[in-house]
């Protein structure tokens, strides 16, 4: 909930090139880094993305 902007920035970080990403989602403890990159896992493991 509430992570729609997040998640629409880290695909479009992911998305650069044609080769595999390595991405950092870096921020204060507890705000739900480790959360968000699951939901993008799951989200796009659904979509067959």
Same mark, same amino acid.
């Given at each position: 909930?509430?992570?729609? =902007?997040?998640?629409?920035?880290?695909?479009? #970080?992911? #998305? +650069?090139?044609? =080769? +595999?990403?390595?991405?950092? +989602?870096k921020g204060m403890g507890g705000i739900g880094k480790t959360e968000l990159a699951l939901q993008?896992?799951?989200?796009?493991?659904? #979509?067959?993305?």
């Open positions: 909930m509430g992570r729609d =902007q997040p998640m629409h920035t880290l695909h479009k #970080q992911l #998305q +650069v090139t044609e =080769q +595999v990403a390595i991405t950092c +989602v993008y896992a799951y989200s796009h493991l659904k #979509q067959e993305t």
